[in-house]
Structures are given as structure tokens and as C-alpha cells.
């Protein structure tokens, strides 16, 4: 078999995108002459669909970021080609990234970065704390190894709650949510954006978590609805919420967040350009090797379920 005929878009490409496909064996063509694309846009699934309208012969394609709802929205996996992700390709820098916002939290650094005076002892350890994290892909599997070292009991709820979690004290399904929430330090979101999570977190779930726990999102914005969790915030019905997404996004200027002193806002930055363009460009080499030798691809989208 020879190199497989590889397809870059939107155009004009990076060079490391390039280069990525060429490690693996690709040979770079243009889109009518490709068996396979790689898109490196992390919206545009409209232009998308439209180039893949245009190019029959594409048959598997690979997205930039674990996140395709907006693809999964058109409809866009309903054509009979193979489609990868970067499923787990950024679960190392985002949970990393999730247990600083947990700590910041927790340790009442808000409070303490703009402190002009002493002040009073406050914070809470992590070291044989309970979480509860909603979701059980890469970005939880890492978490749950940081915490590891914490002696920390983690509650992790999931679609498929037959199947357990690995580290987890206990795997439960979205429909024990509720039962989750009490008793935790820490509520990480790190689960899909589908019809089913979105808005998971709203003022019931709100109501059921601890006064002291802190709600860290690392997920997609939409996952909480933001008013109830500005109410929440404001009485003191939790201890905070670290964000590095929002529900709007990004987060307009004078919007109440930004002025609460329990809330930690990043702009979606659990994952950098910088970060993610070794990690992104080794996924695509990989795929484009298992690719050419027939091999299952890595990071295989589920088209029945949006992710």
C-alpha cells in the first residue's frame, strides 16, 4: 500500500500540521485528491461540511479538540466516514490544570492575591478530601492520578455507570447525580457537551453541593447555568467556582463573575496553543501511521453519542 493521500484544511496550513502528516507517512494533497483530512480548525463545522461535500473520496477525518458539538449539532457525522478527535490528546495540561483551580480554591487564594492586610486563617486540604468528578474520559483518568497521592475518595458519574472508572472508589450514572453532590469538596466537570449535560449543573444541583466545596469546570461553559451559579456564589451556598469556561464565552466585561471574590476565571486556558501543539501534532502522526497500516485510529469519535 502506498502513502496514504492526506488533505489539510482550512487553508493555508501550519507548517508543524504538515510536518505531522508527513512523519506518519502522509502524502500531502489537495482536498479533491484525499482519502483523509485533517482539519485544524476548531470551529467551522459549516465550512466543513460544505469541503466535505465537494470531496467524496475523504474517507476519515481528523478534528483538532476533544469538543465536537458543534459538528455533532449538523449532523456532520451521519456520512459513512471514519472520525477521530483529541480525545485524551490534552488530559494531561487540563487536569493539571483543574487541580490548580481546585487548590487555588480551597486554600482561599482569591482572597489572599488581593489582600492588603493580613487577614485571618483560612483553607481546606485536599489530602483525604472527597471530589466528585462528572465524566470518565482522559481528562479524568489524570485527574483521579494526581489526586492519587492526596488520598483523595473520588466519586466519578458517568453515562455508562457499569462501567467503573479506574481509581475511582465509585462509578455512578448521570441519574444519581444528585446523590454525588453532598458530602464533596470538589465537583470537577470534565465530561462532553451533549443535549443530555447540557446545563447538568443548575440551581438544584447547586442546592445539593456542600457550603464549603468549590465547582471547578474544565469542560464546556454550557455544562452550568450561569445565573443560579451567581446566586449560589453571592450567598455563599458553596465556597466558589474556578472556570476556566463560561456560559457566555468569552466572559463579557463587567459580567457579575468577574466581581465575585469567590470565583477564579481563566479564559479557556487549561490548554494552550503552546501545549497543545506537540501533544496535537503526535496524535496526528500516530493516526496517520495506524492510518496507512489499517490499524484502529485513536480517539474514534461516537456518532451516536455527539462525542
Known amino acids: 500500500m502506498g502513502a496514504p493521500r492526506i488533505a489539510v484544511a482550512p487553508a493555508p496550513a501550519a507548517a508543524w500540521v504538515e510536518d505531522a502528516v508527513r512523519v506518519g507517512g502522509g502524502e500531502l494533497v489537495d482536498v479533491a485528491d484525499a482519502e483523509a483530512l485533517v482539519w485544524t480548525a476548531p470551529r467551522g463545522a459549516d465550512d ?3 469541503l466535505l461535500a465537494d470531496a467524496p473520496s475523504v474517507r476519515w477525518v481528523q478534528l483538532p479538540w476533544a469538543g465536537v458539538e458543534d459538528f455533532a449539532r449538523l449532523g456532520i457525522f451521519d456520512g459513512g466516514r471514519r472520525w477521530t478527535c483529541g ?16 487548590l487555588a480554591g480551597l486554600r482561599a487564594f482569591p482572597d489572599r492575591v488581593r489582600a492588603r492586610s493580613w487577614g485571618p486563617q483560612a483553607g481546606r486540604s485536599l489530602y483525604d478530601a472527597k471530589v466528585t468528578i462528572l465524566g470518565a474520559g482522559g481528562i479524568t483518568e489524570c485527574l483521579i492520578d494526581l ?3 492526596m488520598r483523595t475518595e473520588v466519586t466519578v458519574v458517568r453515562r455508562d455507570a457499569a462501567t467503573p472508572c479506574r481509581g475511582a472508589a465509585r462509578t455512578v450514572g448521570l441519574d444519581r447525580l444528585h446523590d454525588a453532590l453532598p458530602g464533596a469538596d470538589v465537583v470537577f466537570l470534565a465530561l462532553a457537551l451533549t443535549p443530555e449535560t447540557e446545563g447538568v449543573i443548575g440551581a438544584e444541583e447547586l442546592a445539593r453541593m456542600e457550603p464549603h466545596a468549590w465547582l471547578v469546570n474544565v469542560a464546556r461553559g454550557r455544562h452550568v ?3 443560579p451559579l451567581v446566586a449560589a456564589l453571592r450567598q455563599g451556598a458553596i465556597g466558589g467556582a474556578g472556570l476556566d469556561v463560561t456560559e457566555p464565552e468569552p466572559l463579557p466585561d463587567g459580567h457579575p463573575l468577574w466581581d465575585l471574590p469567590n470565583v477564579i476565571v481563566t479564559p479557556h486556558t487549561a490548554n494552550t496553543q503552546e501545549m497543545a501543539v506537540p501533544l496535537l501534532s503526535r496524535r496526528i502522526t500516530e493516526n496517520v501511521r495506524r492510518y496507512a497500516n489499517g490499524d484502529e485510529l485513536v480517539g474514534t469519535v461516537d456518532a451516536a453519542a455527539g462525542y
Do not use: Q
Open 225 to 227: 447555568d450561569t445565573d
Open 147 to 149: 489526586l492519587r497521592p
Open 48 to 50: 466543513l461540511r460544505r
Open 87 to 102: 480525545k485524551g490528546v490534552y488530559a494531561e495540561p487540563v487536569a493539571e490544570h483543574a487541580l490548580a483551580l481546585a
